[in-house]
């Protein structure tokens, strides 16, 4: 099982959701706003989305949103949000790793904050790639190996490494792997993450990125 939040299951993440108004901040990640920006919006996948900050921006970008998360409570909140603002996003309590073999294929595919065991780090972000359809991308963020301590998981193996994530989306084009600084407050250090870009080539036939998604309704 490749939960949402590492080894924790959605239990913990409930008890820790329901303890405050909010755990992570409500604002997208800098990186994902930075490379989405510019996409053309269709069909989007947040796995681990928790409370939904990625989530509810894409979705105010006009892209609609499938949330993926253990945490009943978390999605309950995100979905509050989204219906308030009228937004399209579908919020499904899931394990990542029974979501993602469904076969569902998606424009753009985001993996934040997500550090699963090393042993299953592999399977999750081939998986993830797999759902990637033809022209579309995924964007990776987590908490770098240099951050051990400060933040993220307290065991190294789950933290991420340039050389960790080189060859991890196979069937995709890797656009970028990269550190990045990231200031905390009043922190002394800057927080390191890392983020990986990626995007699937379009055949030489042409197929369009809206095209062929395995999950989609028949029309009516």
């Known amino acids: 099982m490749m939960h949402g939040h590492g080894r924790e299951g959605h239990h913990d993440w409930d008890a820790r959701y329901a303890a405050a108004d909010r755990i992570f901040p409500a604002e997208p990640d800098e990186a994902l706003v930075e490379l989405a920006a510019g996409l053309s919006p269709g069909r989007a996948l947040d796995l681990g989305a928790g409370e939904g900050r990625n989530s509810l921006w894409l979705a105010r970008q006009g892209w609609q949103v499938t949330a993926v998360d253990l945490s009943e409570v978390g999605l309950g909140r995100l979905r509050a949000q989204a219906a308030a603002e009228g937004l399209a996003v579908e919020a499904v309590t899931a394990d990542m790793g029974e979501f993602l073999a469904r076969g569902g294929r998606f424009d753009l595919v985001v993996v934040a904050n997500i550090h699963p065991a090393a042993a299953e780090r592999a399977r999750l972000l081939a998986a993830a790639a797999q759902a990637v ?3 579309g991308h995924l964007f990776l963020t987590g908490h770098h190996l ?8 307290p065991d190294p193996d789950r933290l991420y490494t340039e050389d960790r994530l080189a060859g991890a989306f196979p069937g995709l084009e890797v656009l970028r792997i990269e550190k990045r600084d990231r200031q905390r407050g009043d922190a002394a250090a800057p927080l390191v993450n890392v983020v990986a870009w990626a995007a699937r080539p379009v055949p030489a036939h042409g197929t369009s990125k809206h095209e062929g998604h395995q999950d989609r309704e028949p029309s009516r």
């Open 146 to 153: 240099e951050s051990l301590g400060r933040a993220g998981p």
């Open 133 to 135: 359809a033809h022209g």
